[in-house]
């Protein structure tokens, strides 16, 4: 079974930068599609950055973009997400996500069919 786990929250003052990580173990097949999701306290999750496993395109919700960058290490297994000029509005727990079934089709989480645990990222002003 496919598992994935984040690290590199915290909290930061406003301008700051995190990195976030994802690393993916277990899985019986390669996944297509990855990708950064957030969920604020009393907020539906929402997508936040996706990249393709096999051509590397990415995309970015429209609060993020400039700001954030998404990338991927294949010979670890790993998930990025790098963040920069953060503000209060990006608090929020954010998780991994893959997709092993389909190539990228958009930010929404219904087209993902794993999920780590989330790490937290809380940015004061």
């Known amino acids: 079974m496919g598992q994935l786990v984040e690290s590199g929250g915290g909290s930061v003052q406003a301008g700051g930068s995190l990195r976030l990580s994802c690393v993916a173990s277990?899985?019986?097949?390669?996944?297509?599609?990855m990708g950064w999701f957030r969920q604020a306290p009393g907020k539906e999750r929402e997508g936040v950055a996706i990249?393709?496993?096999?051509?590397?395109?990415?995309a970015y919700s429209d609060s993020v973009k400039g700001r954030f960058t998404i990338s991927q290490d294949f010979a670890t297994n790993s998930l990025y997400l790098q963040m920069n000029s953060l503000v209060p509005g990006d608090t929020a727990m954010y998780y991994c996500?893959?997709?092993?079934?389909?190539?990228?089709?958009?930010?929404?989480?219904?087209?993902?069919?794993?999920w780590g645990q989330g790490t937290q990222v809380t940015v004061s002003s």
């Open positions: 996500a893959a997709d092993d079934l389909l190539s990228c089709r958009g930010l929404a989480t219904t087209l993902f069919n794993y």
């Open positions: 277990g899985f019986t097949r390669s996944s297509r599609c």
């Open positions: 990249i393709s496993t096999t051509g590397g395109a990415t």
